[in-house]
């Protein structure tokens, strides 16, 4: 299979990647941190092709990225008050939250445990695409299981080349570093991986709840 790279820009290019998604592709894309590799969350023999494609250890959870914010309730159960809090202050954004997941959710997603993390980028493209499927994107960074993280398309390109149908090149993503990571199923949060958000302000937000 030969990766097709065409520009997030270009007229029609979201339609088309919104396309290699429903049919059960794999699509890379920009995003407010590094480049994501993402399927269809709700088409189970998608996610498969994406632990695949990336060597992903079948045990490692895959996390969701979101259209809108609201979105949660649908992949999630049980959220605590402070999870909306955290909403407000950090999305659209580079904090991803640990939540109970819904049992609306494919196993293979979760990799069969209680607990999905989910986020609501700060760019249009994979927004986009989760809109148009009307369905989360089943997403993690655009790379080979334990290797460097991609901020670039060619970055992409020299891990995954053949191992997905469709990349978007975005130019350079921004935030060059992923995400953080906070579970909110344990008492008190805890946070996961320190990443592009900046730990200050969530940190006061926790102390005070």
Not at 4 to 19: F, K, N, Y
Not at 106 to 130: M, Q
Not at 157 to 165: H, P
């Amino acid at each position: 299979m030969k990766t097709h790279v065409v520009s997030a820009d270009r007229p029609g290019a979201l339609a088309q990647a919104a396309a290699v998604l429903r049919a059960g592709g794999l699509v890379a894309f920009p995003t407010d941190t590094v480049y994501g590799v993402g399927a269809h969350a709700l088409l189970p023999d998608a996610v498969a092709r994406l632990y695949t494609a990336k060597v992903r250890p079948e045990g490692k959870a895959i996390p969701l990225l979101l259209a809108d914010a609201a979105d949660i309730e649908r992949v999630s159960r049980d959220l605590p008050p402070l999870a909306w809090r955290l909403i407000a202050a950090f999305w659209p954004g580079a904090l991803t939250l640990v939540v109970p997941r819904s049992a609306w959710l494919p196993d293979i997603v979760t990799a069969g445990g209680p607990t999905v993390a989910v986020r609501l980028p700060d760019h249009p493209t994979p927004r986009a695409l989760a809109r148009a499927l009307g369905a989360p994107l089943a997403a993690t960074s655009a790379n080979l299981s334990g290797q460097a993280e991609a901020t670039t398309a060619a970055e992409v390109v020299a891990q995954l080349e053949g191992r997905i149908a469709l990349l978007l090149d975005g130019g350079v993503c921004a935030g060059g570093v992923a995400s953080t990571v906070l579970d909110l199923t344990v008492h008190p949060p805890a946070i996961l991986r320190a990443g592009a958000l900046d730990l200050a302000p969530l940190q006061r937000l926790l102390a005070a709840d």
